[in-house]
């Protein structure tokens, strides 16, 4: 097989990608200082910081989301089950035996079935575990005129959202590990920040080729 490069992530994607990545990498060092694991700008600092950094990835949330609707990019997050068994075998089995791997990206397919699926996990699960909890908690002290104390415990929401904290946590860190999977080491980052993926040749399902990035988002 021969290899191309495609220009597979836009400009709007790099930006959304890297600067969730900042946000959620301070929400996890201000997290774990709120709950006494490690001090260094102290309790308070920590929790405005923390309270800070979530409302701006909100509103990165709230842009992408009108982003991915408008331009169709939505699309690339339905789940699918088919090939997942193969991309499974692959991540435990095939990558360490150096066997070619069992998906090809293209403009309309940047995602595998396992990271369409964990992505699914992460939308629907995960975040409204946190984002509820962390809304809950930051707003405890409305709880009484809205009438959720009676319904709501404190020591509840918190196990919730240390709990969703810690799912988030795992899937950046099997994330960054993923990452490494490439051809080579970087080759995944490297197109994050440039927008232009090495992809093999595959006759049966070729890519979109595109020769400039210069009339893409």
């Known amino acids: ?22 946000l959620i990498i301070v929400l996890m060092l201000t997290g774990f200082e709120i709950h006494g694991v490690y001090s260094l700008m102290g309790f ?23 982003w ?22 692959y991540y435990t089995v ?8 069992p998906f090809r990206k293209t403009v309309v397919q940047k995602h595998n079935p396992l990271q369409r699926l ?12 946190i984002w509820g909890s962390g809304l809950l908690y930051l707003f405890y002290a409305d709880w009484a005129r809205l009438g959720l104390d009676q319904y709501l415990s404190l020591e ?24 490494t999977t490439g051809h080579t080491v970087f080759a995944h980052i490297k ?6 993926e090495d992809v093999d040749e595959d006759p049966a399902a070729p ?4 020769k400039s990035p210069a009339s893409r988002n």
């Open 207 to 210: 890519a979109v080729r595109v």
């Open 156 to 179: 509840v929401v918190a196990l919730v959202h240390t709990l969703g904290a810690f799912m988030i946590t795992a899937f950046f860190f099997i994330h960054v590990y993923l990452t």
């Open 44 to 66: 308070e600092d920590a929790v405005d910081l923390h309270t800070l950094t979530a409302w701006t990835l909100v509103v990165i949330w709230a842009f992408t989301i009108f």
């Open 118 to 129: 964990a992505y699914l996990a992460l939308l629907a699960f995960i975040s409204p575990m």
């Open 191 to 196: 197109a994050m920040i440039t927008g232009w």
């Open 1 to 22: 097989m021969t290899g191309h490069r495609i220009y597979i992530y836009k400009r709007y994607e790099r930006f959304w990608h890297w600067s969730q990545a900042a």
């Open 68 to 89: 991915q609707f408008t331009t169709g990019e939505w699309r690339q997050y339905i789940p699918s089950l088919k090939n997942v068994t193969a991309m499974a075998l």
């Open 94 to 101: 095939g990558i360490f035996k150096e066997m070619p791997h």
